[in-house]
């Protein structure tokens, strides 16, 4: 069944459920497996609903999980070092939403927390701590992540 796309108004937009790739902040294309989207067959334009967005999301984050905890220990700063840097106390660290949130890019180890270097001086010059991560980690990083998905929904060729 068509449905009207409500970027190029066409009765073209198909309702399709399967393997999608996204393009998601910081990460570059994520893939998530057995969702609903939409797809214009006239203008390319996709929409999915709120549990595609939700999968899409959870995935960007099980990426951006790896890439920050693959790197090494000396590439972090604890609380104390990040709030000397950014002029702030720890606690305003652990408590401000938007860098719990990942403004700056952060690990737990036990109790404490580490904020990646690169992060906080981003984050001091532009009030945002976020950046694309480097397209040559990210592709060992996606390699592997299609890897578990092969074994995970077992399939035999994972398409790009």
């Known amino acids: 069944m068509n449905h009207e796309c409500i970027k190029c108004e066409q ?10 790739t996204y393009p998601q902040p ?10 609903t ?8 334009k996709i929409f999915f609903p709120m549990e595609t967005f939700i999968a899409l999301c ?7 999980d790896s890439w920050i905890i693959s790197q090494p220990m000396n590439q972090f700063l604890s609380s104390r070092e990040t709030a000397i840097i950014l002029n702030v106390t720890p606690q305003f660290l652990s408590k401000n939403k ?7 890019f952060q690990a737990k180890k036990g109790k404490s927390t580490y904020y990646l270097k690169k992060s906080v001086e981003q984050y001091k ?18 390699q592997e992540e299609k890897e578990e998905q092969k074994t995970k929904h077992g399939l035999d060729i994972v398409l790009d």
């Open 11 to 20: 009765k073209t937009s198909q309702e399709k459920k399967g393997m999608l």
């Open 26 to 35: 910081q990460v570059g294309n994520v893939t998530v497996y057995n969702v």
């Open 37 to 44: 989207y939409e797809k214009c067959s006239n203008c390319g």
């Open 98 to 104: 938007k860098i719990k949130q990942g403004l700056i």
């Open 58 to 64: 959870h995935e960007r984050q099980k990426i951006l």
């Open 125 to 142: 010059k532009t009030g945002d701590g976020r950046f694309d991560l480097p397209k040559e980690e990210l592709l060992l990083l996606q």
